[in-house]
Protein backbone atom coordinates (compact mmCIF):
# COMPACT_ATOMS: atom_id res chain seq x y z
CA UNK A 1 0.00 0.00 0.00
CA UNK A 2 1.50 3.57 -1.11
CA UNK A 3 0.40 6.74 0.55
CA UNK A 4 2.44 10.06 -0.02
CA UNK A 5 1.36 10.83 4.10
CA UNK A 6 0.52 9.22 7.16
CA UNK A 7 -1.85 11.50 8.43
CA UNK A 8 -4.43 9.54 6.65
CA UNK A 9 -3.84 6.75 9.34
CA UNK A 10 -1.46 8.59 12.29
CA UNK A 11 -1.48 11.77 13.55
CA UNK A 12 1.57 13.23 14.85
CA UNK A 13 2.86 16.38 17.06
CA UNK A 14 2.20 19.55 14.62
CA UNK A 15 5.24 20.73 12.89
CA UNK A 16 3.77 24.38 11.65
CA UNK A 17 4.34 25.34 8.77
CA UNK A 18 6.25 28.92 7.97
CA UNK A 19 3.99 30.01 5.64
CA UNK A 20 0.98 30.13 7.34
CA UNK A 21 1.42 33.00 9.58
CA UNK A 22 2.56 36.60 8.41
CA UNK A 23 3.32 39.25 11.12
CA UNK A 24 0.04 42.69 10.68
CA UNK A 25 1.62 45.29 10.00
CA UNK A 26 0.34 47.24 12.46
CA UNK A 27 2.66 45.78 14.76
CA UNK A 28 5.64 47.64 15.81
CA UNK A 29 8.46 45.92 17.62
CA UNK A 30 12.03 45.48 17.68
CA UNK A 31 13.57 41.45 17.30
CA UNK A 32 17.07 40.72 19.02
CA UNK A 33 18.68 37.24 19.09
CA UNK A 34 21.09 36.00 21.66
CA UNK A 35 22.77 32.81 21.89
CA UNK A 36 22.22 32.32 25.87
CA UNK A 37 24.44 29.91 27.66
CA UNK A 38 23.23 26.64 29.43
CA UNK A 39 24.57 25.30 32.65
CA UNK A 40 27.19 23.38 30.61
CA UNK A 41 28.00 26.15 27.78
CA UNK A 42 25.82 24.75 25.07
CA UNK A 43 24.31 28.03 23.73
CA UNK A 44 20.31 28.51 22.59
CA UNK A 45 19.15 30.89 19.78
CA UNK A 46 16.92 32.91 21.95
CA UNK A 47 14.75 35.68 19.90
CA UNK A 48 13.25 39.03 22.22
CA UNK A 49 10.25 40.97 20.22
CA UNK A 50 10.35 43.77 22.60
CA UNK A 51 7.43 46.61 21.71
CA UNK A 52 8.82 50.11 20.83
CA UNK A 53 7.16 51.85 23.92
CA UNK A 54 9.38 54.16 26.11
CA UNK A 55 9.09 51.80 28.93
CA UNK A 56 11.87 50.22 30.97
CA UNK A 57 10.56 46.68 31.61
CA UNK A 58 7.90 44.45 30.68
CA UNK A 59 6.29 41.32 31.99
CA UNK A 60 7.30 38.10 29.71
CA UNK A 61 5.67 35.91 27.36
CA UNK A 62 7.86 33.27 26.65
CA UNK A 63 8.04 30.19 24.71
CA UNK A 64 10.55 27.30 23.83
CA UNK A 65 10.06 25.28 20.90
CA UNK A 66 11.68 22.27 18.61
CA UNK A 67 9.57 23.60 15.31
CA UNK A 68 11.75 26.67 14.88
CA UNK A 69 11.82 30.10 16.66
CA UNK A 70 10.67 32.29 13.70
CA UNK A 71 7.01 30.38 13.77
CA UNK A 72 5.98 31.62 16.60
CA UNK A 73 7.73 35.06 16.85
CA UNK A 74 5.14 35.65 13.93
CA UNK A 75 2.40 34.21 15.60
CA UNK A 76 3.10 35.49 18.93
CA UNK A 77 4.21 39.01 18.06
CA UNK A 78 0.82 40.66 18.41
CA UNK A 79 1.55 40.60 22.47
CA UNK A 80 3.67 43.58 21.69
CA UNK A 81 0.86 45.44 20.96
CA UNK A 82 -0.78 44.56 24.58
CA UNK A 83 2.52 45.44 26.77
CA UNK A 84 4.96 42.36 27.07
CA UNK A 85 8.11 41.01 25.86
CA UNK A 86 7.78 38.21 23.55
CA UNK A 87 10.85 35.71 24.22
CA UNK A 88 10.63 32.43 22.08
CA UNK A 89 13.90 29.90 22.18
CA UNK A 90 15.15 27.03 20.07
CA UNK A 91 15.47 23.80 22.12
CA UNK A 92 18.54 22.48 22.49
CA UNK A 93 19.65 20.83 18.80
CA UNK A 94 16.74 22.84 16.84
CA UNK A 95 16.80 25.58 15.13
CA UNK A 96 19.84 27.70 15.57
CA UNK A 97 20.61 26.35 19.15
CA UNK A 98 23.50 24.25 19.70
CA UNK A 99 24.09 20.93 21.37
CA UNK A 100 22.13 17.70 20.38
CA UNK A 101 18.25 16.80 20.50
CA UNK A 102 17.09 14.16 23.28
CA UNK A 103 12.97 14.66 23.73
CA UNK A 104 12.56 15.57 26.73
CA UNK A 105 15.94 15.02 29.01
CA UNK A 106 17.71 18.58 29.04
CA UNK A 107 14.22 20.57 29.21
CA UNK A 108 13.78 20.85 32.75
CA UNK A 109 16.94 22.27 33.14
CA UNK A 110 17.40 24.22 29.98
CA UNK A 111 13.73 25.74 31.29
CA UNK A 112 15.70 26.67 34.54
CA UNK A 113 18.64 28.29 32.65
CA UNK A 114 16.45 30.11 30.24
CA UNK A 115 14.33 31.39 32.74
CA UNK A 116 17.10 32.89 34.78
CA UNK A 117 18.80 34.87 32.01
CA UNK A 118 15.28 36.18 31.45
CA UNK A 119 14.70 37.58 34.90
CA UNK A 120 18.31 39.40 34.85
CA UNK A 121 17.60 41.35 31.67
CA UNK A 122 17.05 45.01 32.60
CA UNK A 123 13.27 44.66 30.48
CA UNK A 124 11.81 42.06 32.51
CA UNK A 125 9.87 43.42 35.07
CA UNK A 126 10.35 39.70 37.20
CA UNK A 127 6.77 38.27 35.73
CA UNK A 128 6.97 35.73 33.00
CA UNK A 129 4.19 33.51 31.81
CA UNK A 130 4.54 30.60 29.30
CA UNK A 131 2.54 29.35 26.51
CA UNK A 132 2.55 26.96 23.45
CA UNK A 133 1.05 23.59 22.45
CA UNK A 134 1.97 19.63 22.17
CA UNK A 135 5.59 19.44 23.21
CA UNK A 136 5.90 23.45 23.57
CA UNK A 137 3.30 22.63 26.53
CA UNK A 138 4.68 19.88 27.81
CA UNK A 139 8.11 21.70 28.04
CA UNK A 140 6.38 24.32 30.42
CA UNK A 141 5.44 21.97 32.36
CA UNK A 142 9.23 20.74 33.16
CA UNK A 143 9.74 24.60 33.31
CA UNK A 144 7.77 24.85 36.21
CA UNK A 145 9.10 21.89 37.75
CA UNK A 146 12.52 23.17 37.54
CA UNK A 147 11.48 25.77 40.53
CA UNK A 148 12.14 29.35 39.01
CA UNK A 149 10.52 32.08 41.12
CA UNK A 150 10.07 34.03 37.75
CA UNK A 151 8.18 31.74 36.00
CA UNK A 152 4.12 33.32 37.42
CA UNK A 153 2.08 31.10 34.84
CA UNK A 154 1.67 28.34 32.35
CA UNK A 155 -0.88 27.73 29.70
CA UNK A 156 0.43 23.86 28.23
CA UNK A 157 -1.85 23.07 25.72
CA UNK A 158 -2.57 19.50 24.47
CA UNK A 159 0.23 18.95 26.55
CA UNK A 160 1.92 15.46 27.36
CA UNK A 161 2.85 14.22 30.72
CA UNK A 162 5.97 12.11 32.01
CA UNK A 163 7.67 10.50 29.04
CA UNK A 164 6.56 6.12 29.72
CA UNK A 165 3.20 7.51 30.26
CA UNK A 166 2.31 9.60 27.01
CA UNK A 167 5.49 10.18 24.83
CA UNK A 168 7.31 8.73 23.58
CA UNK A 169 5.87 5.38 25.07
CA UNK A 170 2.39 5.30 25.86
CA UNK A 171 1.14 3.90 29.49
CA UNK A 172 4.39 1.41 28.16
CA UNK A 173 3.92 1.09 24.66
CA UNK A 174 6.40 2.64 22.36
CA UNK A 175 4.48 5.61 19.87
CA UNK A 176 5.04 4.12 16.09
CA UNK A 177 3.36 7.22 15.00
CA UNK A 178 6.68 9.21 16.47
CA UNK A 179 8.70 7.76 13.42
CA UNK A 180 7.45 10.31 11.16
CA UNK A 181 7.95 13.28 13.85
CA UNK A 182 11.88 12.32 14.58
CA UNK A 183 12.34 12.15 10.73
CA UNK A 184 10.79 15.72 10.26
CA UNK A 185 12.71 17.03 12.99
CA UNK A 186 16.20 14.80 11.84
CA UNK A 187 15.91 16.26 8.56
CA UNK A 188 13.81 19.15 8.19
CA UNK A 189 15.30 19.70 4.27
CA UNK A 190 14.50 16.51 2.90
CA UNK A 191 11.97 15.41 1.11
CA UNK A 192 10.08 12.81 2.53
CA UNK A 193 9.66 9.14 0.44
CA UNK A 194 6.36 8.03 -1.05
CA UNK A 195 5.28 6.13 1.80
CA UNK A 196 4.45 2.18 1.77
CA UNK A 197 3.08 1.28 4.64
CA UNK A 198 3.33 -1.99 4.62
CA UNK A 199 6.62 -1.15 5.84
CA UNK A 200 5.62 -0.23 9.36
CA UNK A 201 5.66 -4.52 9.94
CA UNK A 202 9.28 -4.17 9.74
CA UNK A 203 11.04 -5.95 12.06
CA UNK A 204 12.79 -5.26 14.14
CA UNK A 205 11.39 -2.07 15.06
CA UNK A 206 14.36 -0.23 14.63
CA UNK A 207 14.75 -1.20 11.27
CA UNK A 208 11.51 0.47 10.25
CA UNK A 209 12.93 3.49 9.64
CA UNK A 210 15.52 2.66 7.08
CA UNK A 211 12.66 0.61 5.32
CA UNK A 212 10.40 3.49 5.53
CA UNK A 213 12.36 6.41 4.89
CA UNK A 214 15.23 5.06 3.05
CA UNK A 215 17.39 6.51 5.68
CA UNK A 216 18.28 5.35 9.14
CA UNK A 217 17.25 7.88 11.70
CA UNK A 218 19.27 8.27 14.86
CA UNK A 219 17.12 9.67 17.27
CA UNK A 220 14.26 7.01 16.48
CA UNK A 221 17.26 4.05 17.28
CA UNK A 222 17.86 6.09 20.22
CA UNK A 223 14.41 5.72 21.48
CA UNK A 224 13.73 2.45 21.08
CA UNK A 225 16.52 1.67 23.03
CA UNK A 226 15.21 3.53 26.21
CA UNK A 227 12.35 0.77 26.80
CA UNK A 228 12.15 1.44 30.59
CA UNK A 229 11.19 3.97 32.72
CA UNK A 230 14.09 4.58 34.35
CA UNK A 231 15.90 5.96 30.87
CA UNK A 232 13.33 8.91 30.97
CA UNK A 233 14.16 9.89 34.74
CA UNK A 234 15.17 13.88 33.63
CA UNK A 235 11.56 13.89 31.72
CA UNK A 236 9.32 12.93 34.87
CA UNK A 237 7.41 15.92 36.08
CA UNK A 238 4.42 14.42 38.24
CA UNK A 239 6.01 14.18 41.15
CA UNK A 240 7.28 18.12 41.36
CA UNK A 241 4.03 19.06 41.04
CA UNK A 242 4.16 19.11 44.48
CA UNK A 243 6.09 22.33 44.35
CA UNK A 244 4.55 23.97 41.59
CA UNK A 245 2.62 26.86 43.06
CA UNK A 246 1.95 28.49 40.03
CA UNK A 247 -1.88 29.34 38.34
CA UNK A 248 -2.02 26.34 35.42
CA UNK A 249 -4.82 26.87 32.40
CA UNK A 250 -4.66 23.36 30.84
CA UNK A 251 -6.37 23.21 27.39
CA UNK A 252 -6.95 19.88 25.44
CA UNK A 253 -10.42 17.90 23.34
CA UNK A 254 -11.66 14.74 23.57
CA UNK A 255 -9.57 14.04 19.87
CA UNK A 256 -6.39 15.27 21.46
CA UNK A 257 -4.09 12.09 21.62
CA UNK A 258 -2.91 13.61 24.66
CA UNK A 259 -6.24 13.82 26.24
CA UNK A 260 -5.63 11.76 29.14
CA UNK A 261 -2.12 13.17 29.79
CA UNK A 262 -3.95 16.68 30.00
CA UNK A 263 -6.04 15.15 32.81
CA UNK A 264 -3.13 13.39 34.35
CA UNK A 265 -1.68 16.72 35.03
CA UNK A 266 -4.75 18.37 36.30
CA UNK A 267 -5.63 15.76 38.39
CA UNK A 268 -2.52 15.47 39.84
CA UNK A 269 -2.55 19.18 40.82
CA UNK A 270 -6.12 18.52 42.17
CA UNK A 271 -4.45 15.74 44.43
CA UNK A 272 -1.83 18.57 45.62
CA UNK A 273 -4.52 20.63 46.51
CA UNK A 274 -3.28 23.54 44.08
CA UNK A 275 -5.47 26.66 43.49
CA UNK A 276 -5.87 28.22 40.41
CA UNK A 277 -6.31 25.09 38.30
CA UNK A 278 -8.18 25.26 35.22
CA UNK A 279 -8.63 23.14 32.77
CA UNK A 280 -10.62 24.25 29.35
CA UNK A 281 -11.50 21.49 27.23
CA UNK A 282 -13.33 21.24 23.90
CA UNK A 283 -14.58 18.93 20.74
CA UNK A 284 -11.21 19.49 19.52
CA UNK A 285 -7.97 17.32 18.42
CA UNK A 286 -4.13 18.13 18.98
CA UNK A 287 -4.21 21.17 17.49
CA UNK A 288 -2.24 24.63 18.48
CA UNK A 289 -5.32 26.82 18.83
CA UNK A 290 -3.78 29.48 16.51
CA UNK A 291 -6.29 29.55 13.96
CA UNK A 292 -9.66 28.62 13.67
CA UNK A 293 -10.99 25.13 14.67
CA UNK A 294 -13.29 22.65 12.70
CA UNK A 295 -16.37 22.27 14.48
CA UNK A 296 -16.82 18.45 12.86
CA UNK A 297 -14.65 15.23 13.82
CA UNK A 298 -15.31 11.76 13.10
CA UNK A 299 -18.41 13.15 11.17
CA UNK A 300 -19.88 14.36 14.47
CA UNK A 301 -20.85 18.01 13.86
CA UNK A 302 -20.44 20.23 17.63
CA UNK A 303 -22.20 23.78 16.34
CA UNK A 304 -20.56 27.30 16.20
CA UNK A 305 -20.85 26.72 20.78
CA UNK A 306 -17.23 24.74 20.32
CA UNK A 307 -15.44 27.33 18.52
CA UNK A 308 -13.92 30.09 21.71
CA UNK A 309 -11.67 33.32 21.13
CA UNK A 310 -8.98 31.72 22.01
CA UNK A 311 -6.59 34.54 22.10
CA UNK A 312 -8.62 36.70 23.99
CA UNK A 313 -9.09 33.94 26.44
CA UNK A 314 -5.05 33.74 26.55
CA UNK A 315 -4.65 37.86 26.99
CA UNK A 316 -6.89 37.72 29.99
CA UNK A 317 -5.35 35.14 31.50
CA UNK A 318 -1.52 36.78 31.30
CA UNK A 319 -3.30 40.05 32.07
CA UNK A 320 -4.51 39.10 35.31
CA UNK A 321 -1.96 36.73 36.35
CA UNK A 322 1.43 38.71 34.54
CA UNK A 323 0.24 42.49 35.14
CA UNK A 324 -2.57 42.27 37.92
CA UNK A 325 -5.34 43.57 35.76
CA UNK A 326 -8.44 43.02 37.90
CA UNK A 327 -10.73 41.21 35.00
CA UNK A 328 -12.51 38.40 37.06
CA UNK A 329 -10.72 35.71 35.06
CA UNK A 330 -9.65 34.15 38.74
CA UNK A 331 -13.17 34.23 39.88
CA UNK A 332 -14.71 31.65 36.68
CA UNK A 333 -14.89 28.13 37.51
CA UNK A 334 -12.17 25.67 37.41
CA UNK A 335 -13.54 23.77 34.97
CA UNK A 336 -15.03 24.62 31.29
CA UNK A 337 -15.55 20.70 29.45
CA UNK A 338 -17.95 20.52 26.45
CA UNK A 339 -20.79 18.09 26.46
CA UNK A 340 -20.51 16.31 23.15
CA UNK A 341 -23.51 15.09 21.94
CA UNK A 342 -25.73 17.78 24.22
CA UNK A 343 -23.36 20.27 22.39
CA UNK A 344 -22.86 23.19 24.90
CA UNK A 345 -20.52 23.77 28.02
CA UNK A 346 -20.35 22.90 31.56
CA UNK A 347 -18.84 24.50 33.99
CA UNK A 348 -17.52 23.28 37.93
CA UNK A 349 -15.22 23.64 40.15
CA UNK A 350 -13.42 20.20 40.09
CA UNK A 351 -12.94 17.57 37.81
CA UNK A 352 -14.48 15.21 38.92
CA UNK A 353 -17.08 17.29 41.23
CA UNK A 354 -20.10 16.93 43.77
CA UNK A 355 -22.47 16.26 40.93
CA UNK A 356 -20.98 13.00 39.69
CA UNK A 357 -22.67 10.08 40.92
CA UNK A 358 -20.50 6.93 39.99
CA UNK A 359 -21.96 4.44 38.15
CA UNK A 360 -20.53 1.21 37.31
CA UNK A 361 -21.13 -1.42 33.95
CA UNK A 362 -20.40 -5.35 34.57
CA UNK A 363 -19.44 -7.87 32.24
CA UNK A 364 -21.66 -10.13 31.81
CA UNK A 365 -20.45 -13.31 29.34
CA UNK A 366 -23.95 -15.25 29.41
CA UNK A 367 -25.79 -12.64 26.94
CA UNK A 368 -24.21 -12.25 23.39
CA UNK A 369 -26.29 -10.60 20.46
CA UNK A 370 -24.56 -9.08 17.02
CA UNK A 371 -21.31 -9.38 18.23
CA UNK A 372 -21.82 -7.78 21.85
CA UNK A 373 -21.53 -8.77 24.85
CA UNK A 374 -23.83 -7.34 27.64
CA UNK A 375 -22.58 -4.40 29.76
CA UNK A 376 -24.69 -5.18 32.91
CA UNK A 377 -25.33 -3.15 36.69
CA UNK A 378 -24.91 -6.30 38.04
CA UNK A 379 -21.96 -8.72 38.58
CA UNK A 380 -22.24 -11.95 37.16
CA UNK A 381 -18.73 -14.39 38.84
CA UNK A 382 -17.20 -17.32 37.80
CA UNK A 383 -17.18 -16.56 33.52
CA UNK A 384 -14.19 -15.79 31.41
CA UNK A 385 -14.35 -14.86 27.81
CA UNK A 386 -11.22 -14.28 25.76
CA UNK A 387 -9.83 -13.73 22.15
CA UNK A 388 -6.64 -14.32 20.17
CA UNK A 389 -3.95 -11.64 19.19
CA UNK A 390 -2.25 -12.05 15.94
CA UNK A 391 0.56 -9.75 15.86
CA UNK A 392 1.18 -10.59 12.22
CA UNK A 393 -2.56 -9.48 11.41
CA UNK A 394 -2.46 -6.54 13.07
CA UNK A 395 -4.79 -3.84 10.64
CA UNK A 396 -4.26 -0.44 9.77
CA UNK A 397 -6.27 1.75 11.82
CA UNK A 398 -7.60 4.96 10.97
CA UNK A 399 -7.81 7.62 14.46
CA UNK A 400 -11.26 8.57 14.66
CA UNK A 401 -11.63 11.84 14.78
CA UNK A 402 -10.49 11.54 10.82
CA UNK A 403 -12.88 9.01 9.91
CA UNK A 404 -16.51 9.36 8.65
CA UNK A 405 -17.39 6.44 9.60
CA UNK A 406 -16.77 3.19 11.98
CA UNK A 407 -15.55 1.04 9.84
CA UNK A 408 -12.30 0.43 11.09
CA UNK A 409 -13.30 -0.31 15.02
CA UNK A 410 -13.73 -3.93 14.78
CA UNK A 411 -14.36 -7.01 12.26
CA UNK A 412 -16.75 -9.47 14.12
CA UNK A 413 -15.68 -12.28 12.14
CA UNK A 414 -11.93 -11.59 13.06
CA UNK A 415 -12.73 -12.69 16.42
CA UNK A 416 -9.63 -10.52 18.27
CA UNK A 417 -11.48 -8.30 19.80
CA UNK A 418 -13.90 -8.65 23.01
CA UNK A 419 -16.88 -5.91 22.65
CA UNK A 420 -20.13 -5.32 25.32
CA UNK A 421 -23.24 -3.32 24.94
CA UNK A 422 -25.67 -1.89 27.45
CA UNK A 423 -29.52 -1.67 27.41
CA UNK A 424 -30.72 0.92 25.70
CA UNK A 425 -30.53 4.54 27.79
CA UNK A 426 -34.53 5.19 29.01
CA UNK A 427 -34.03 9.24 28.86
CA UNK A 428 -30.85 11.09 27.58
CA UNK A 429 -28.33 11.00 30.09
CA UNK A 430 -24.96 12.40 30.91
CA UNK A 431 -22.03 10.68 31.00
CA UNK A 432 -18.34 10.83 31.55
CA UNK A 433 -15.99 12.97 33.57
CA UNK A 434 -12.76 10.38 34.71
CA UNK A 435 -13.30 6.79 33.02
CA UNK A 436 -11.36 4.18 34.15
CA UNK A 437 -11.89 0.39 33.08
CA UNK A 438 -11.37 -2.04 36.05
CA UNK A 439 -10.16 -5.26 34.09
CA UNK A 440 -9.17 -8.87 35.48
CA UNK A 441 -7.35 -10.56 32.91
CA UNK A 442 -4.68 -13.19 32.46
CA UNK A 443 -2.73 -14.30 28.94
CA UNK A 444 -0.52 -17.45 27.62
CA UNK A 445 2.91 -15.18 26.95
CA UNK A 446 4.64 -12.62 29.39
CA UNK A 447 3.23 -9.15 26.98
CA UNK A 448 0.10 -7.82 25.33
CA UNK A 449 -1.20 -4.61 25.22
CA UNK A 450 -4.73 -4.14 25.80
CA UNK A 451 -6.86 -0.94 24.43
CA UNK A 452 -10.34 0.47 25.73
CA UNK A 453 -12.55 1.78 23.15
CA UNK A 454 -15.71 3.71 24.49
CA UNK A 455 -18.28 4.46 22.33
CA UNK A 456 -21.88 5.02 21.64
CA UNK A 457 -24.24 3.17 19.43
CA UNK A 458 -27.79 4.87 17.88
CA UNK A 459 -31.24 3.14 17.63
CA UNK A 460 -29.99 2.36 14.06
CA UNK A 461 -26.93 0.11 15.58
CA UNK A 462 -24.40 3.14 14.36
CA UNK A 463 -21.52 2.96 16.41
CA UNK A 464 -19.54 6.28 17.58
CA UNK A 465 -15.97 6.24 18.87
CA UNK A 466 -15.99 8.93 21.61
CA UNK A 467 -12.45 9.86 22.11
CA UNK A 468 -9.16 8.07 21.22
CA UNK A 469 -8.49 4.54 23.26
CA UNK A 470 -7.14 4.06 27.05
CA UNK A 471 -4.44 1.86 27.12
CA UNK A 472 -2.37 -0.68 28.62
CA UNK A 473 1.20 -2.30 28.29
CA UNK A 474 0.16 -5.60 30.82
CA UNK A 475 3.90 -6.10 32.30
CA UNK A 476 3.62 -2.09 33.07
CA UNK A 477 0.41 -2.37 34.46
CA UNK A 478 1.39 -0.60 38.10
CA UNK A 479 2.49 2.70 35.84
CA UNK A 480 5.96 1.79 37.20
CA UNK A 481 8.16 -0.91 36.14
CA UNK A 482 8.32 -3.54 33.54
CA UNK A 483 7.63 -6.78 34.91
CA UNK A 484 6.77 -9.63 32.44
CA UNK A 485 3.14 -11.08 32.47
CA UNK A 486 3.14 -15.26 34.62
CA UNK A 487 1.17 -16.97 31.52
CA UNK A 488 -2.13 -18.31 32.66
CA UNK A 489 -1.69 -16.04 36.01
CA UNK A 490 -5.01 -13.39 37.05
CA UNK A 491 -3.71 -9.85 37.20
CA UNK A 492 -6.19 -7.08 38.22
CA UNK A 493 -5.40 -3.73 36.45
CA UNK A 494 -6.53 -0.40 36.14
CA UNK A 495 -7.10 1.23 32.48
CA UNK A 496 -7.77 4.93 32.82
CA UNK A 497 -9.89 5.89 29.75
CA UNK A 498 -9.85 9.03 27.95
CA UNK A 499 -12.34 12.03 29.68
CA UNK A 500 -15.25 12.38 27.95
CA UNK A 501 -18.67 14.59 28.96
CA UNK A 502 -21.18 12.84 26.61
CA UNK A 503 -25.14 12.68 26.52
CA UNK A 504 -26.32 9.68 25.34
CA UNK A 505 -29.64 9.89 23.89
CA UNK A 506 -32.62 7.92 24.64
CA UNK A 507 -32.71 4.71 22.79
CA UNK A 508 -29.58 4.80 22.62
CA UNK A 509 -26.39 2.59 24.16
CA UNK A 510 -23.05 2.55 25.61
CA UNK A 511 -20.44 0.32 24.23
CA UNK A 512 -17.11 -0.73 25.08
CA UNK A 513 -14.62 -3.03 22.64
CA UNK A 514 -11.26 -4.23 24.50
CA UNK A 515 -8.58 -5.37 22.01
CA UNK A 516 -4.97 -6.01 21.58
CA UNK A 517 -3.56 -3.80 18.51
CA UNK A 518 -4.01 0.32 17.25
CA UNK A 519 -1.57 0.03 14.76
CA UNK A 520 0.33 1.97 13.04
CA UNK A 521 -0.30 4.47 15.96
CA UNK A 522 1.64 2.26 17.88
CA UNK A 523 3.90 -0.61 17.18
CA UNK A 524 2.64 -3.73 17.48
CA UNK A 525 3.15 -6.05 21.08
CA UNK A 526 5.36 -8.72 19.57
CA UNK A 527 3.95 -10.75 23.04
CA UNK A 528 7.29 -10.74 24.66
CA UNK A 529 9.31 -8.47 27.08
CA UNK A 530 12.62 -8.77 24.39
CA UNK A 531 15.06 -5.86 24.00
CA UNK A 532 12.56 -4.18 20.94
CA UNK A 533 16.20 -3.06 19.49
CA UNK A 534 16.38 -6.75 18.34
CA UNK A 535 14.11 -8.60 18.39
CA UNK A 536 12.50 -10.00 15.52
CA UNK A 537 10.09 -12.96 17.54
CA UNK A 538 6.33 -12.42 17.63
CA UNK A 539 4.26 -14.50 19.10
CA UNK A 540 0.24 -15.25 18.83
CA UNK A 541 -1.63 -14.38 22.41
CA UNK A 542 -4.16 -16.19 23.83
CA UNK A 543 -6.24 -12.85 26.08
CA UNK A 544 -8.57 -13.72 28.72
CA UNK A 545 -11.13 -11.53 30.44
CA UNK A 546 -12.91 -12.38 33.64
CA UNK A 547 -16.43 -11.30 34.56
CA UNK A 548 -15.50 -8.98 37.51
CA UNK A 549 -14.05 -6.55 34.96
CA UNK A 550 -15.65 -3.45 35.72
CA UNK A 551 -16.30 -0.04 33.64
CA UNK A 552 -16.47 2.95 35.97
CA UNK A 553 -17.62 6.05 34.58
CA UNK A 554 -19.82 8.78 36.16
CA UNK A 555 -23.70 10.29 35.48
CA UNK A 556 -23.39 14.06 35.57
CA UNK A 557 -26.34 16.29 36.84
Not at 288 to 317: C, H, M, Q, V
Not at 378 to 403: C, H
Not at 418 to 447: H, M, R
Not at 514 to 519: E, H, K, Q, Y
Amino acid sequence: MKIQSLLILITFFSIPNLNLAQVPDTLSFATTTYQVSMRDNVTLATNVLSPKENKHSFPVIFLRTPYGKEYECKMRAHYTNQGYIVVVQDCRGTGGSKGTFEPYLHEKEDGYDALDWISKQSWCNGNVGMIGASYEGQVQWLAAASGHSVLKTIIPQVAGTDPFLDVLYDHGILKLSMIEWAYKLSFPERKPPEYILDKLYTLPVSKIDDEFFGIDIPLWNSWIKMDNPSDWIKARFLDDMKDVNIPVLNVSGNWDVEALSTQTNWLKMQSYNKTNQHLLFGPWEHTNFLNALPTKFSGIEYGEKSKLDFESIWLRWFDHWLKGIDNGIEKERNVQFFVTGLNTWLSMEKWPDKTFKQREYFFNFSVSLNGFYKLDNKITLGQTEGYDYFPDKARMNEDPEFSESSYYIRDINAKDDIALISDPFLKDEILGGPTVLKIKFSIDQSDVDLFVIIAEVDSSGNISVLSHPGKMRAPFMDNKNITPIEPGKYYNATIDLFPIAHQFKKGSKLAVIIRSDWFPRYIRNPGTTDPLSNNSTIRNVKVKISSETRLVMNTIE
